[in-house]
């Protein structure tokens, strides 16, 4: 069972320009879908003027390259938190010192790395301007506060205005603002057009329905300004109407653009297991709904005892499941709940908390899912009972519903009732999708630029990871062997416990050649991987100024040190684009 049939590509048509590629796309002036696997024309565009830089760049370099055989570069920039984020700051950075970012077509990004893509995105033409745009979000890394008072009013703004509140707006309302210290409310389709003297930006979900129902052809979901969809089937929405209720290929209602605040809650949601997301979450909550009671009982604002009642059964109820999660005795926390309940004097809220734990004096997860559940719905009632009822409140109830059933990234499916025949009926059949963390399947965005029409000759891929420094390109060469993708030979070679910084894995044919460089090496920090590793841990909330100058430093010196490598595996792209010309031409004769 597969989403989309990749064995049947014609991957012989790479070289099929992309207006003759547009000629098969199945979309007309009745549809707000396109089903077809040519690039946009909004990106084709862009890319024609971006090459145009990158020809320069290649001149200034002292690279002969003719129009037609520009190279197409790619950047990736895989996950891992503030880490990933910091560290691509950096190595781009780098980059631009050493006078190569202006040879790169792409950039593209998974998790928190696309932290790092949207704080670049907001300055027009920033590869132009790096260095003042780099000192802004330094400066904002390590100083920048968002208050709970902010974070509550825009996680309340995205419970009143959108259809399908998840865990994914309170996510990005109240932990990803906290991280990246700013509450962007620019909107991608902002970008269009404006950014020609830059890489063109790919942010990297997967269709978290399709992961686990083993739908492996294409659970890779790429958002781009103009466009966004599934990248091998070939079935894009306009980037502006991702979120909005479409049927039979037919936008029937609007919802609000998505924002890059969310955009990047979305890209970067699994900085930790479940229990200690569960744990950021809560402990913010807990936070909100202190503050709240706090500046209500501060300004002796009149609160009926039903509101009053039900906001401290929130907290309680917060606590509770902080308890839990902490393993530690849930006993008070339980009585307390029950008590208030008691005492509180709404009708609607009438529930047993008759046996609530078990023989072992602890509350199994069943158990605590159902306690959660019945008194989000109680105190639900509660707060609806009143004249003005405070969205706060309804937003808080619906956060800690969410949390309970773990729902994450849901979104109308632009693709529901449509009769695509590469598309399975699973998705077709589905009013909504879950969209998530890539990471979760694989941390470095591969897929998105594998697109054969986009046709990518080099992929520089900056590892940020935790873990094994080389899972990412191994799964992407194990992924794109079951599905015919050409990709290159992977052999890890065989060495002491610490990576090197620098793997070519040379493509031949029409497989790209991939570049892999971990962040921490056995050449920027010899001997002292795990203390890196340790140090700059994907479970962190915020880095000190000294912290986010370290290791941007380690991450420019993966590029630093490489410089004459990169321009060399540059160079051999270059001359086997016109081997390629040269050979065809030979043919044609």
């Given amino acids: 069972m597969v989403l989309c049939n990749v064995r049947d590509y014609d991957w012989d048509d790479v070289g099929t320009s992309a207006s003759t590629s547009a000629d098969m796309d199945q979309m007309n002036s009745e549809s707000d879908v396109r089903i077809g696997h040519s690039v946009s024309e909004a990106e084709r565009q862009h890319l024609a003027q971006r090459r145009k830089t990158v020809l320069q760049c290649l001149k200034q370099l002292g690279i002969s390259c003719s129009e037609d055989k520009v190279p197409n570069i790619a950047v990736l920039g895989s996950g891992g938190g503030l880490r990933a984020m910091v560290g691509l700051l950096g190595s781009l950075c780098e980059l631009k010192k050493d006078g190569l970012l202006d040879c790169i077509l792409y950039l593209c990004g998974v998790s928190g790395s696309t932290w790092c893509m949207a704080s670049l995105y907001k300055e027009l033409g920033w590869s132009t301007k790096l260095e003042t745009v ?8 390590a100083d920048g506060r968002v208050s709970y008072l902010k974070r509550g009013l825009k996680l309340t703004k995205y419970y009143s205005e959108k259809d399908n509140f998840s865990l994914t707006d ?16 620019h909107r991608l389709s902002e970008h269009r057009g404006n950014y020609t003297k830059d890489p063109y930006p ?3 979900v997967i269709d978290k329905q399709c992961k686990y129902d083993k739908l492996n052809a294409d659970p890779w979901f790429e958002i781009t300004p103009d466009e966004s969809g599934y990248s091998l089937t070939g079935a894009f929405v306009d980037s502006s109407y991702l979120g909005s209720q479409f049927e039979n290929g037919k936008k029937m209602s609007d919802q609000p653009e998505t924002d890059m605040l969310y955009l990047q809650g979305l890209c970067g949601s699994a900085i930790a297991d479940t ?4 744990k950021y979450l809560y402990e913010a909550l807990k936070q909100l709904i202190t503050d709240k009671i706090g500046i209500k009982e501060e300004s002796h604002e009149r609160q009926t005892p039903d509101v009053s009642s039900s906001s401290k059964v929130l907290l309680t109820l917060v606590e509770l499941n902080l308890c839990v999660l902490r393993k530690e005795d849930p006993t008070v926390y339980l009585q307390a709940i029950k008590k208030l309940l008691k005492d509180g004097e709404a009708e609607h809220r009438t529930f047993s908390l008759a046996k609530p734990m078990t023989s072992e004096e602890t509350i199994s997860k069943t158990e605590l899912k159902d306690l959660n559940l019945q008194v989000c719905s109680s105190v639900n009632k509660s707060f609806a009972g009143q004249r003005f009822g405070d969205q706060f409140w309804f937003a808080i109830v619906k956060a800690i519903e969410k949390a309970t059933h773990w729902t994450w990234g849901t979104t109308y499916d632009y693709l529901y ?20 963390d890539a990471g979760l399947l694989l941390n470095s965005p591969y897929f998105s630029v594998l697109r054969k029409e986009r046709d990518i000759d080099l992929i520089i891929s900056l590892d940020y990871s935790a873990g094994n420094p080389f899972e990412t390109v191994l799964r992407a060469a194990k992924t794109c062997k079951e599905l015919h993708i050409p990709f290159p030979e992977v052999v890890v070679p065989a060495e002491d416990r610490e990576p090197q910084d620098f793997y070519v894995f040379r493509g031949y044919g029409k497989a790209p050649t991939v570049i892999h460089m971990p962040l921490f090496n056995a050449v920027n920090c010899k001997g002292e991987v795990q203390k890196w590793n340790k140090t700059y841990s994907t479970f962190q909330m915020s880095y000190r100024r000294e912290m986010i100058t370290a290791l941007m430093k380690k991450a420019a010196e993966n590029i630093k040190n490489n410089k004459h490598k990169l321009l060399k595996e540059i160079k051999n792209v270059i001359d086997g684009k016109k081997s390629s010309k040269d050979k065809s031409l030979d043919k044609s004769n």
């Fill in 417 to 436: 009732k449509m009769n695509v025949e590469d598309v399975h009926s699973s998705v077709l059949d589905s009013e909504k999708r879950e969209y998530e």
């Fill in 202 to 204: 790919i942010y990297t």
């Fill in 275 to 278: 229990e200690e997301n569960l």
């Fill in 134 to 141: 780099k000192e802004n979000i330094v400066q904002r890394l």
């Fill in 170 to 185: 309170v996510w990005a309302a109240l932990i990803v603002s906290h991280m990246v210290k700013e509450i962007d409310e």
